[in-house]
């Protein structure tokens, strides 16, 4: 070897050291695992599907939309929720039986629950109580985007996602005040967790679960417990990962029994503060969710959900249909293809170890919790929308599943046609396929959630308008209230430059809304100014507790019952109302004694405030179920008035 003639510059390069594990980087997604398997482009780039972040974020974008336009959809959640609670933090509202000590089938606990988060920014800024109802919605919505990106997974997390982004369900359920919506909520994460498979060393995804599945049933709503029991008996006698030979069956099966018993004495620890909040609020030892099931369960003939309407037996198909969101029960021979199958290496390691679970098994317990509670709630006489609340992820899980299939079955097919994997995974025909259902379905659902907002939003704008303009101008007109000063020409045309009004002093005037036949929309004393003349209103008192200051809520109202029996004395003379809300349906008018038609009935009233508002009875199926703009749709409808109306003669 020659020497380097001085002043020659050289380049050194360092030899590499070895990697050391503990500060590699995140291990990457096992693509080829799990149980679903892409039968083409397994050598190419994997298919995009959102990160928890980016599904977190374009779901609250979503989410914080239905939080401020969404309706209120159910009375129930208005008069057992958002009036208790409006007791709690304002100290009046109304009652209804359920609340009632001498019944208690409604938690104080899970209304207390929510009082902080109604509550605090509401004090923070100095907002009227209207902003109240907004906060908790926001709440709402931020803690249904956590779940519901929790749940969105590797294999069919790009057609999850957008099932759920834009489910019209989905649009209602995670914004309501509502226990389902809770255990929702909790089911959602729970379902998250039990999309691992188990086995012996896996015993995180078995406590988390099962918590959150009791916390669903506990706080929320006994009975979604019922999506929870596929997971149980998977848990009790699925191998799933574990390899079990028969003579080590009796062990395997004890040791899970015992880690499930453990899981669920934790999740008992929930009724300590349940049980002892309700019965600090109802004034005796309550136990709310055995309530529930009692009254609903064994009630008897005269008593139960049943009084309070029945459905056939198709109302829930027609309900998902509605949404497009029914996927039918898949036939498990049909799944062969995009199911993850054992090799020849793998059944002969089964033979000498112990067999572990077959996929079939596997995806099938995966697919159970919704057609289990499809089938529970269709056998149910007495059927409501918000009973289906729990089960909307589930729901949306299936129908990515079967996507995800059937495209695989046309893979399938291809491949078996042409001979030629590589010609399928070049075809642009399988992703122009999904492209299509997603894209269709996502018009459906944005056309049901438009309807459903330009048909049935009514009372909350006519509630929205009697506060922000109605008792501005009767506060200007009697003199409790000087008239605002003229509009600078450069101030926007909207509410924003508008100075907060105090309409405290309309109490004075003690003024009185009457809601008459259309008491069941409305829309909470969150959005109203008045003491309305409805069925029951809570005792107002101040002599309570430290640990609960509201002590009405321990009074029992002889005057409420659980027979669904009128009560002559809740109602009030006519000539009592200053102001009356009223539904009028001129194409189709109709009218009796104790309904007459006051919208139109100018000697007595005056319209101070008029929106339209479906006649579902009288306009098409299609038409009313869906809304698209052009006014060739709209006239196929018949509307209705939907009016605030003031007595003739005051102000």
């Known amino acids: 070897m020659s020497a380097l003639v001085p002043g020659t510059q050289t380049i050194r390069f360092q ?25 083409t482009r397994r050598s190419q780039k994997p298919p ?6 980016v599904a977190l974020r374009i779901l609250l974008l979503i989410r914080m939309c239905g939080a401020m336009y969404s309706n209120i959809t159910d009375c129930d959640e208005v008069y057992n929720f958002w009036e208790p609670l409006h007791y709690l933090s304002r100290g009046y509202g109304f009652q209804t039986w359920e609340v009632s000590p001498q019944y208690a ?56 996602f957008f099932m759920l982004l834009f489910s019209a369900g989905m649009w209602n359920a995670a914004t309501a005040f509502l226990p389902s919506t809770f255990a929702m909520f909790t089911n ?3 379902f998250a967790y039990t999309l691992d498979t188990p086995s012996a060393g896996n015993s995180r995804r078995t406590l988390f679960a099962t918590v959150l599945f009791a916390a669903g049933a506990i706080i929320g709503w006994p009975f979604a417990l019922a999506l929870a029991v596929p997971f149980v008996l998977e848990e009790l006698f699925v191998h799933g990962a574990d390899r079990i030979t028969p003579e080590k069956q009796s062990a395997w099966f004890y040791s899970r029994v015992v880690r499930l018993f453990t899981a669920a004495s934790c999740s008992g620890l929930l009724f300590i503060p349940v049980i002892g909040i309700d019965t600090l609020a109802y004034g005796r030892l309550t136990i709310v969710p055995w309530n529930i099931v009692k009254y609903n369960i064994f009630g008897g003939s005269t008593r139960g959900p049943d009084l309070y309407g029945t459905e056939p037996w198709y109302f829930y198909l027609s309900n998902l249909l509605s949404q497009l969101q029914f996927t ?40 159970a919790p919704f057609y289990t509670w499809f089938v529970i709630l269709t056998a149910q006489a007495h059927k409501e929308e918000r ?28 491949v078996s046609v042409t001979r030629s994997p590589y010609r399928a995974s070049r075809s642009s025909f399988f992703k122009l396929f999904t492209l299509a259902v997603l894209l269709f379905a996502t018009i459906i659902s944005i056309a049901r959630i438009l309807a459903q907002s330009y048909y049935y939003h009514a009372p909350l704008e006519v509630a929205h308008h009697l506060e922000t303009r109605e008792l501005v101008r009767v506060l200007n007109v009697t003199g409790l209230l000087p008239p605002p000063p003229p509009r600078s020409p450069h101030a926007r045309k909207d509410d924003r430059d508008e100075p907060r009004i105090d309409l405290s002093p309309v ?30 209103h809570f005792v107002k008192s101040e002599d ?86 052009g006014k060739w749709w709209q006239r196929l409808n018949s509307y209705g008035d939907y009016c605030l109306l003031k007595k003739q003669g005051i102000f």
């Not at 995009?48 to 972040?53: D, E, H, I, R």
């Open 15 to 39: 030899r590499p050291e070895p990697k050391d594990a503990s500060k590699s980087g995140p291990t990457p997604i096992a693509r080829h695992e799990g149980l679903l398997q892409d039968l």
């Open 48 to 53: 995009w599907c959102p990160s928890f972040s």
């Open 105 to 160: 089938i409604r938690s104080w606990a899970y209304i207390t629950l929510h009082l902080y988060p109604a509550t605090a920014v509401v004090r923070l800024l100095g907002l009227d109580k209207r902003a109240a109802l907004f906060s908790l919605r926001v709440v709402f919505a931020i803690v249904s985007s956590l779940c519901e990106a929790k749940l969105v997974n590797f294999r069919v997390g790009r057609y999850l």
């Open 188 to 190: 959602t994460l729970a």
């Open 328 to 367: 039918y029960v898949l036939d498990n021979k049909r799944l062969g293809g995009p199911l993850r199958t054992a090799s020849a290496a793998e059944k002969e390691k089964d033979k000498a170890i112990g067999t572990r679970s077959s996929p079939f098994t596997l995806l099938a317990i995966r697919l």
């Open 387 to 414: 009973f289906f609340f729990p089960a909307y992820p589930f729901l949306a899980f299936n129908a990515a599943v079967t996507l995800f299939l059937v495209r695989g079955w046309f893979e399938t097919a291809f």
């Open 507 to 536: 109490k004075a005037l003690n003024l009185t809304l009457c809601l008459g036949k259309e008491w069941h929309r409305f829309p909470s004393h969150f959005l109203s100014e008045f003491d309305g003349m409805l069925p029951k």
């Open 544 to 629: 309570g507790n430290a640990l609960w200051k509201r002590s009405g809520t321990k009074v029992i109202p002889e005057d409420l019952n659980d027979l669904n029996k009128e009560d002559p004395t809740h109602y009030v003379d006519i000539k009592t109302c200053h102001y009356l809300i009223d539904l009028d349906f001129p194409n189709h008018p109709s009218s009796s004694i104790h309904e007459p038609r006051y919208a139109v009935d100018e000697e007595h009233w005056q319209r101070m405030f008029c929106v339209p508002f479906l006649d579902a009875a009288h306009s098409p199926l299609l038409t009313r179920v869906l809304w698209f703009p």
